[in-house]
């Protein structure tokens, strides 16, 4: 077991609770279901949620949905270097 086990994986959540038009949240691109289960999901389960979200969030990107950087008017999230 590694070091990094101990802790628990927090949520990728950054307040931003709106769904895209394929269901995905606008903040943390979870599904619905990826959103309900957080909590009852084991680490292993919710590195790999984190790690789909990147991927989605990186198509997202590349689809030129969103500008890739925040302005610079808005907040930084704390957990902005998940994406």
């Not at 101990?6 to 709106?18: R, T």
Request: aromatic content about 8%; glycine content about 6%.
């Amino acid at each position: 077991m590694e070091q990094l086990d101990f802790f628990d994986v927090p949520s990728p959540c950054i307040g931003v609770c709106s769904s895209d038009e394929r269901g995905y949240c606008k903040g943390c691109m979870r599904n619905r279901d990826e959103r309900f289960a957080w909590q009852t999901l084991s680490s292993t389960d919710k590195k790999h949620v984190i790690k789909l979200c990147r991927q989605r969030y990186r198509r997202k990107m590349l689809k030129g949905k969103q500008p890739l950087k925040p302005n610079e008017d808005e907040v930084s999230s704390p957990q902005g270097d998940l994406f």
